[in-house]
């Protein structure tokens, strides 16, 4: 899975982590050092959905 991870394809890394039962707090965390590795490479989209889908992040400001 770390080639996955570092070749930026979180695609096929979040399907095989599905697949291994990888446990839910890793996924979480693997989608924040891939959306943060994204977002330096200016993939904005792809780092959103993955924070939307994979980390249950949705980053709203409330509306307090």
């Known amino acids: 899975m770390l080639a996955y991870e570092n070749a930026l394809l979180w ?4 399907e095989l982590a599905r697949l291994q039962r990888v446990d839910h707090e890793e996924i979480i965390a693997m989608a924040y050092r891939v959306t ?26 409330s509306s307090d």
Do not use: M, N, Q, V
Not at 11 to 14: A, P, T
């Open 11 to 14: 695609r096929e890394l979040f």
């Open 36 to 61: 943060d590795d994204l977002t330096s490479k200016k993939r904005y989209t792809e780092a959103g959905h993955i924070l939307l889908y994979y980390a249950e992040d949705d980053r709203r400001p």
